[in-house]
């Protein structure tokens, strides 16, 4: 199933969508890592019922959109992003006041997918943070492959932590269950209106919001906003270039442009055994809905159109060309990620937000791009979008004005772009953690690689919604921005994000692995396109048709 946004700009992280594809896969997940979704059982043990089918629905936070730097290039109202050629030369104060008192103390758990943090003692970034919010941050940074076991943990009870950050892609058991148990009720602070209190959070767009969901009609989580744009295909624009590639070109002239592209040593595509050759993508282009359409009556999954076999039967052409990297089924994420940096591999299918990552990694020895979707014979271009969200920030149950004062908190971290709060919880301290080049652009110090906000998450506990910006790079910046421009609005969403399924909960995990291995079989030639039916009728035997009908009843009551 799609997964979360990808990872954010310029951090170790940004490898997510791969890492996350794995883990997701090992523990049953599908091609593409499923997001974090408020996904439990439709009754709680200790707080009734989560679903939102006859609850009464709280409105989203008013949304007011928070520029305070003009961008170069402007941002759409549907999802295209506002860009920037050149770090800010003047930053904008965007909270006036200090979120504690001095003597507040906080407790955070997160998912980190850098190195275990200096202690604050000997750690000037962390330090300089907490000055600023007047609060003590403790942090308990989890890495990703313990962080399901952990969490687990957390939903068995005992002394919470006062913020815990769900996201990562995840699906945890019961997640539901727990969060209305034990969790605040924010929706007296942040339904409408009251959500003006926090300026900075009321700039978090609304499809963000609606990307998590509410439990039983109220808002208890802060989503962490991601871009609308979905994976995308990177590539190498030289070689695809000098082999006949343009953009948005007929899916046949595109698999003979892979194949000239392509010979004994070097391949035009690359996948890597995570990945079950990133399917959705491929079905999407070719028309299939985004996973799940809902409405009217009806629930239309991706997995039983018949546009969906035609992608298997060109993904599975793309293989007998020899296309595909031949380790596709055994290769490791970074492997992949290696070949693709070092010319082995022509393009890649990575997270959108991996594209800082994939240009420091490549450096300057070829031209990084993002391809359109080829186009297929009767369908309007369609491209992926995301569930818009990384995850999502719950909050202790407390007394209001603890509540209130750990918002403030959140509202500071989610400051946005150009400011001075922005500029100090990801860059850190000028002169210590980072300086700044002959373009203004912030250069991370060596202490800066090591004190960061990968390694102390503050941008997990909240964060500003993301733009488009790359020290050094404004070409790049020009060339996504025009990309989002043509694909945002192809868009088609997922409706299942932000719903409630006991059946998901429960079996998800392994009803995606069962669309996960036959896609792999297929592509791999070890089954026939024609096999594909027998794999999505058992599918639905397993539990794909009752969770068609559990999608359906909350789809309609949350619309």
Known sequence: MPRSTAPE????????SRRTLLRSLGAGGAALAAPALLSACSTTSSGGSVSNSGAKAAPWPTYLPRTIVTPDLAPTADGVQAGYLSYPSKLVKAVDRRPGSGKDKIRVITITYGTPPKPVGHNRFWQAVQKALGVEVEFTVVP??????????VFAGGDLPDVISLGGGFVLPREAEFVKAKCADLTEFLSGDAAKAYPNLAGIPTYAWQGVGRIAGRIHGIPLER??????????????????????????????MAKRASDSRHWAIGAYSGSAFSYPVHAVWHGTANEWRLGGGKAVDMWGAPEFKEALDFMSGLRRDGSYNPDATSLSDVDMMTQFYNGTIKSMIDGFLAYPTNYQGIKGAFTLDLAQPYAVSGHR????????????????????????MILRVLDFLAAPFGSEEYELSHYGVEGVHFTRNKNNDPIATELGLVESNTNVPFKYVCDAPQVLYQPGGPDLVKRIHDWQRTVVPMLVTNDRWGLQSDLFSRKGASLNQILADGVTAVVAGRKKVSDWDAVYKRWQNEGGSRLADELLKEYEAAH
């Open 9 to 16: 700009s310029g951090t170790p992280e940004n490898a997510l």
């Open 227 to 256: 871009p609308k744009t979905s994976d995308a295909l990177f590539l190498d624009q030289e070689a695809f270039r000098r082999a006949g590639f343009h953009q948005g070109m007929p899916k046949a002239e595109f698999a003979a």
């Open 144 to 153: 990703e492959a313990d962080f399901q076991a952990k969490m687990a943990t």
């Open 381 to 404: 271009p369609q491209y992926q979008a995301t569930r818009g969200a990384f995850g999502y920030v719950v909050l202790k149950q407390a007394p209001k004005e603890r509540v209130e």
